[in-house]
């Protein structure tokens, strides 16, 4: 599908230069003089190559048709994640390094997104919000509750958060898979 170069946003699946292209920045710019451009930052899906291009803003682009298909993960091994649709029961495997630390957050039976490209997966999409538990974690100091002091804490995927005071050990949290952040304490 075409789109303009002013519509370019984030995370978004560009086809250029017979390659499939993510974008990782982009910024509008409107000189005094000359023409508005948009200038993109992009990564390649499969060589992890960057390129920097220019746009016009009167030129069009190819933004890349992906499917959409919602897997539950099963279980891995040394080198593939394998998930299985919940409506045929067919089963897939993909590549760790296409997951990268996605992967940690993945529990048995969480229900993902699969973005297909030319039938080949290219990405996973977890749900917004995982629940974890909290292996360790400091204690809390004293006398520091006049500023939103935050304590580091190790989660049972091995994922380092920072965490409010009152968080203990084998405390069970909500966690943001987009920020990795603390939501709140379940």
Not at 46 to 71: C, D, Q
Not at 153 to 167: E, M, S, Y
Request: hydrophobic share 35%.
């Amino acid at each position: 599908m075409k789109i303009n170069a002013g519509e370019i946003r984030v995370g978004m699946l560009l086809e250029y230069k017979n390659d499939l292209w993510q974008v990782l920045k982009t910024q509008h710019v409107k000189p005094g003089k000359g023409g508005a451009f948009a200038q993109v930052e992009m990564k390649s899906v499969g060589k992890n190559t960057k390129l920097n291009e220019r746009f016009r803003s009167s030129e069009t682009v190819e933004k890349a048709s992906l499917e959409e298909i919602t897997f539950n993960y099963l279980y891995s091994d040394e080198n593939n994640y394998f998930f299985m649709n919940p409506k045929s029961f067919e089963q897939i495997e993909i590549k760790k390094n296409i997951v990268g630390e996605k992967g940690k957050l993945l529990t048995e039976n969480l229900e993902v997104l699969v973005c297909f490209y030319n039938d080949n997966a290219i990405s996973i999409e977890l749900p917004n919000q995982v629940n974890c538990k909290i292996v360790s974690t400091d204690a809390a100091l004293k006398g520091q509750t006049v500023s939103s002091s935050y304590k580091p804490a190790v989660l049972d995927n091995g994922i380092k958060v920072q965490v409010p005071p009152f968080i203990e050990e084998d405390d069970k949290i909500i966690l943001d898979t987009r920020t990795l952040e603390y939501v709140k304490k379940i």
